[in-house]
Structures are given as C-alpha cells and as structure tokens.
C-alpha cells in the first residue's frame, strides 16, 4: 500500500512545486492532459487529474476527483468506442482510441484518449492511468479529406459510367458501318457477276471479269480485317496464301500447280486494300497471259519479311510477257500507283522461263 | 450416277439469292427453291429432299437462319447446311448441328469452289479436292464424309 500512497502525495506536491517525486511533478506541470483512476473505489473514480486536464475540460479539479471518467461523454459520443473503453478496463488492457467528448460549456472536442494500467510488484491493478489529448483538427483535416475522397470517387464512377456509354454508342455504331459496308460489297460482288451473264461480247466480258476480281479481293481484304482481333494490322501472309487458292480455283485450271512458302506477315491495315488489289493483280495477269491457250505451268508465291520490310514474290514459268504489252494494261498502272500509295516498291524480272514479280514494301512496327 | 446436287437457297436479300443461285447453276447443280424467311422455308413441299442448303442468317419476318438450319435437320436430315453470313462470330461453336460456313462478303472463287468441294465430298466421299479457305467446316461435315465412305 506505501506505493499508493505515494499517488497520493501529489495531492501534498500542488504546494510544493519542483520538489518532492519528480515524476509526479512531471506529471502535474506538463501540457499534456493526465488523470488516473482507481479501480479499488466504488465506480472507478478520477483520484488525479493535472492542470492541463482541467484546460481542457473546463472543469474544476473538486468537479472532476471522484467521479467517474464517463461524466465526459454526450449525446453524440460513439457508443461502440465507450465498450471498447470498458472491455479495456473490464480486462485490464492498454486501449488508444478517439472518442468525441464534451466540455463543460457542452462544446465538443476530439480526445486521443491512451490509457493503461498501473500494477503492483504482485500484478494486482492498482490505478488506470490516461492520457489525453485534443485531436479535433486532426480528426477535421481526416473528415475533410474523406469526404473530399467520397467526392473524387463518385465523380470517378459518374465519369466511368459516361465513358462506358459512349463506348458502347462507338461500338455499336462501328458494328452497324462495318455491317454496311459488307452488305454493300456482297451487293456490288453479286451485281457485277449477274451483269457479267448477260454480255455476249467475250472482250467486255472479260474485262468485267477484271472488275469482279477486283471487287472481290477487296471484299477478301474486308473479311480478314473484320475477322482478325487487332483492326490496326493485317496479315498479308495468309491474305496471299487465301488469294493464291481463290483465284487459280476460281480459274478452274487444275493444270497449274501451285507452290506457297508463305508466313504470317502483318502490315499496317490502312495498306491492306492496296497491297492486297496489287497482289490480286500480279496472281490474275499470271493466270490469264502466263497461262494462256490451256498451257500448263507452275506458280509460285513466297512470302518473307526482314526487320522492317516484307517480300511478297510471285512467279509463273509462262513465256513472258514483253515490256511493251505490260505497260499498257490498267493492272500495270494500278500496280504502280497503289505501290506508290502503300510504299511499296513492284519490280520484274525475268524467271528464266516466265516472269517474276517481286513487291518489297514496309513492314509495321511489331517491336513496340 | 449423276453428279447433279439439289440445292436450296435461303437468304432475304433476293440480289444474293439471283448471285448465289447463278453460281450454284453455272457450276452444274440445280437450284430447287429459295427462300426469304423460317415461314417461307416451312411452307416448301415435305418431300422436297435437298441435298445442300445455303442458310443466311439474318433473314426476312424477323427470323433467323438457326431456326431454319433445325427445321431442316428435322425434315430434311440428309441435306448439308453451310451458313452465308457477315456474321460468323454469332454462329455457336458446335453450329447448331449445321456444316459450315462462308463468310460475306464472298467472293465468286469463294462460293464456287465452296460448291464444288461440297459436291466432291458428296459424290466421292471423301472429297478429292482440298477445302477451300473460303467454307469454315464444323467436325460434323468431317465425319458426314466418314460415314459415307465406310
């Protein structure tokens, strides 16, 4: 008991100051807010509190010694946090919480209230000693900055939401355009081939039959695009590969072997429809003059790429044709023209026998 | 045994039905009807029998080239099925029992060669002619040839 009554000497040190325990005088002059209380008493009274307490409470210290602690709590205090309090006295824990308490004037603080107990050499739980202090700026600033974080994040899923809407709308929208244009592509396919039945002139019929193939490696072109999952690159490996098989099927010739070494290429899409008329050019020229008056032959494609550039080569072993007929047909001037537009550079040159067409154009990026 | 295939055509847009029944004609086969829609397709003649159906899926009344391709299965069991469509990312995987498919748009060497590797596969079984890039074919119409030649 001679430890507890040292507690109570510093009822005798308020006359003293600066002498007598120095940790009760530590106690009784700092800024920070103290009280200790003891359990051993009827209802666990305050038997201490500083000067700083009494600051902070506005009450007196013959208001405050020998009542209970909970003489600071209101209306608003949360009752969850008062359990924890009790479950810490109840257990004799250390507990640090904030707890809204109230002034004497009803006004309301924020109390960063720590509080542990005090034993004794036998472990018995002599006092509960607590410190408090004012955090309502602190806790202010956190309540600010949580509704200021509760507004960010509903504006957040507000803009979400329109983002998500208007990428739906695109999407759509994309769906409905790229339906358009393969409707209109069959239609134009279908119409050119009705009209080409009814011409009785071999000549015109034949130079329908240009048109068609055109249109129909640019519908190729189109499918390819559509069906792949990237719509910015194009695989001009397997559109050559496809196009090889359409158009010597197509030919009905059974009498040309083709050959293919051809490997995923890709391109960039906005090249696609030039590459591909120009490819679709060489392949149909090479059927129609390498093949001519039923004569047998080979047609070879290859495709490769190097770091930044991409090969396509198609050769027949035909007879050749002269320079000066070549230079005359529309497939010759769209060659030039559309390689011109993709950066694609077509030279010929003789197979030995039969022509070889060689097409270098750039390769996309793919290292990014 | 004559190497003529029976075919019905079920597609809205009548411009693609003239096209389509033109190349199937020119390539030797014979057209038996066409139709626009599940009502029309219901209306046919029982006993019509045909061999290979080209079955949009998009199609008139608000019907669709599913419920067209069951009705077949059910009434004409024999008949191959192949889809013409713009939109082959709707067909499920299994195609609903049907045989394949040609993307739109086709093109004339497409459907052609499409046609003549169906009739290879019917009339020789199995087909002696490699499968064109153009039909996408379900396992069915694999095991279809199997069948028949064993």
């Known amino acids: ?368 | 045994m004559t190497r003529v295939m029976e075919v019905l055509i079920v597609e809205d847009e009548m411009l693609l039905a003239m096209d389509i029944e033109a190349m199937v004609e020119d390539s030797g086969h014979h057209v038996l009807a066409e139709a626009a829609s599940l009502q029309e397709v219901k209306d046919l003649p029982e006993d019509l029998n045909p061999q290979l159906a080209f079955v949009d899926i998009h199609l008139a009344n608000n019907s669709n080239g599913f419920d067209v391709s069951l009705y077949i299965q059910t009434h004409w069991p024999n008949a191959i099925i192949v889809f013409v469509t713009a939109n082959v990312s709707k067909i499920p995987a299994d195609f609903l029992g049907a045989h394949g498919v040609i993307a739109k748009p086709f093109s004339h060497a497409g459907l052609v060669n499409a046609v003549n590797y169906i009739a290879s596969g019917m009339f020789d079984s199995p087909p002696n002619v490699p499968r064109p890039a153009s039909l996408i074919t379900s396992p069915r119409l694999d095991q279809r040839w199997t069948e028949r030649a064993s």
């Open chain 1, 1 to 368: 008991m001679k430890q507890r009554d040292d507690w109570h000497l510093t009822d005798v040190l308020e006359y003293e100051h600066g002498r007598g325990d120095p940790f009760a005088a530590a106690v009784r002059a700092t800024r920070m807010p103290m009280v200790i209380t003891d359990p051993g008493q009827e209802d666990n009274p305050i038997v201490f509190c500083n000067v700083a307490f009494q600051e902070l409470t506005g009450y007196s210290r013959a208001e405050i010694v020998g009542r209970n602690c909970r003489f600071l709590q209101g209306p608003e205090t949360d009752p969850a946090g008062v359990a924890q309090v009790r479950e810490a006295i109840a257990t004799g824990s250390d507990i640090g919480i904030d707890l809204l308490n109230y002034r004497k004037d009803g006004t309301t603080f924020w109390n960063a209230l720590y509080m542990s107990p005090v034993r004794d050499k036998a472990g018995k739980i002599q006092f509960f000693f607590a410190s408090q202090m004012d955090v309502s700026d602190r806790v202010a600033a956190q309540s600010a900055l949580n509704d200021q974080k509760e507004i960010v994040e509903r504006e957040v899923v507000r803009r979400t939401a329109d983002l998500r809407a208007a990428l739906d709308a695109k999407d759509i929208l994309l769906h409905e355009v790229d339906h358009r244009v393969k409707n209109n592509l069959t239609m134009i396919g279908s119409l050119l081939r009705l009209q080409v039945r009814t011409i009785d002139d071999p000549s015109v019929a034949l130079k329908l039959d240009s048109m068609l193939e055109r249109v129909d490696a640019l519908a190729v072109v189109h499918r390819q695009l559509y069906q792949s999952s990237d719509i910015g690159r194009f695989d001009i490996g397997s559109f050559s590969e496809n196009l090889v098989s359409d158009v010597v099927g197509s030919s009905g010739r059974s009498d040309i072997t083709v050959d293919v070494e051809a490997q995923p290429l890709f391109v960039d899409a906005a090249n696609a429809s030039a590459l591909g008329l120009i490819i679709n050019e060489i392949l149909t020229n090479a059927v129609k003059h390498a093949f001519d008056d039923g004569r047998s032959g080979r047609l070879s494609l290859m495709v490769s790429g190097g770091e930044d550039h991409g090969i396509i080569r198609i050769c027949d072993d035909g007879p050749g044709m002269p320079s000066t007929k070549r230079s005359k047909s529309i497939g010759t001037a769209l060659i030039a023209r559309l390689a011109k537009q993709a950066r694609a550079e077509a030279t010929w040159h003789d197979n030995q026998p039969g022509t070889c067409v060689t097409i270098t154009f750039p390769r996309e990026d793919t290292r990014t």
